[in-house]
């Protein structure tokens, strides 16, 4: 009987999954060819080495997020809600390619690159969101770098402990945490004296 035949796009699929449970440090080609119950071989003629595969991977995470932001938008117009959505789905489905990608981007120069664009276009996002909701350039600013320093506590707080953190729990407390933010009163003179403050501090 012959051997199964596989796609590019299987070995894509089967390399997420491997990378979900053991980091993208710890992928391996034989455990990825056992998984698809196939030999090695069939990976060299997809891929030209573990390296183009990592970067297959890479592109397949950014992407879902992309389709996931496309989704949203079309159900509801509203962009808390749309925040709240996008979040929900992040720490649902995401979580473990998020914190995959965010204890390799120290050693892996190509992965940190592609991390950092990532966590941009999600700074661009939910800034752009609270700016439609109507808060002040400053304040989008600060405030959309406080939900994405608290997505990535919540990344690894998920990883480390999904017992405290996972299902109705989380989403939430996502959805408290994404409202309280973006709602609450923003204390602009207080931030502006403090900011003068800082600059009289630097003459």
Same mark, same amino acid.
Not at 116 to 121: A, E, L, M, N, W
């Given at each position: 009987?012959?051997?199964?035949?596989?796609?590019?796009?299987?070995?894509?699929?089967?390399?997420?999954?491997?990378?979900?449970?053991?980091?993208?440090?710890?992928?391996?080609?034989?455990?990825?060819?056992?998984?698809?119950?196939?030999?090695?071989?069939g990976?060299?003629?997809?891929?030209?080495?573990?390296?183009?595969?990592?970067?297959?991977?890479?592109?397949?995470?950014?992407?879902?997020?992309d389709?996931?932001?496309?989704?949203v938008?079309?159900?509801?117009?509203?962009?808390?809600?749309?925040?709240?959505?996008? =979040? @929900?789905?992040?720490?649902?489905? +995401?979580? /473990?390619?998020?914190?995959?990608?965010?204890?390799? !981007?120290?050693?892996? *120069?190509?992965?940190?690159?592609?991390?950092?664009?990532?966590?941009?276009?999600?700074?661009?996002?939910?800034?752009?969101?609270?700016?439609?909701?109507?808060?002040?350039?400053?304040? =989008? @600013?600060?405030?959309?770098?406080? +939900?994405? /320093?608290?997505?990535?506590?919540?990344?690894?707080? !998920?990883?480390?402990? *999904?017992?405290?953190w996972?299902?109705?729990?989380?989403?939430?407390?996502?959805?408290?945490?994404l409202?309280?933010?973006?709602?609450?009163?923003?204390?602009?003179?207080?931030?502006?004296?403090?900011?003068?403050?800082?600059?009289?501090?630097?003459?």
């Amino acid at each position: 009987m012959s051997a199964p035949l596989t796609s590019r796009e299987d070995w894509i699929e089967a390399a997420v999954e491997d990378v979900q449970e053991v980091g993208l440090s710890g992928l391996n080609i034989s455990r990825l060819a056992t998984r698809l119950g196939v030999s090695r071989i069939g990976f060299y003629q997809r891929f030209k080495n573990r390296d183009e595969l990592i970067g297959a991977v890479v592109k397949r995470w950014i992407g879902l997020g992309d389709e996931e932001y496309d989704r949203v938008i079309a159900e509801t117009d509203d962009p808390l809600e749309q925040m709240q959505m996008v =979040a @929900r789905w992040q720490f649902d489905e +995401l979580y /473990l390619l998020d914190y995959a990608m965010l204890i390799t !981007a120290d050693p892996d *120069p190509g992965v940190a690159a592609r991390y950092r664009h990532y966590r941009d276009q999600g700074f661009a996002y939910v800034y752009s969101q609270l700016r439609d909701m109507g808060v002040s350039p400053d304040s =989008a @600013r600060l405030r959309a770098e406080i +939900l994405v /320093l608290c997505g990535l506590g919540l990344t690894v707080a !998920a990883k480390a402990r *999904p017992a405290d953190w996972s299902g109705e729990g989380l989403s939430s407390f996502t959805d408290d945490v994404l409202e309280f933010v973006a709602t609450a009163q923003a204390p602009e003179r207080k931030r502006k004296t403090s900011r003068s403050s800082r600059e009289r501090g630097r003459r």
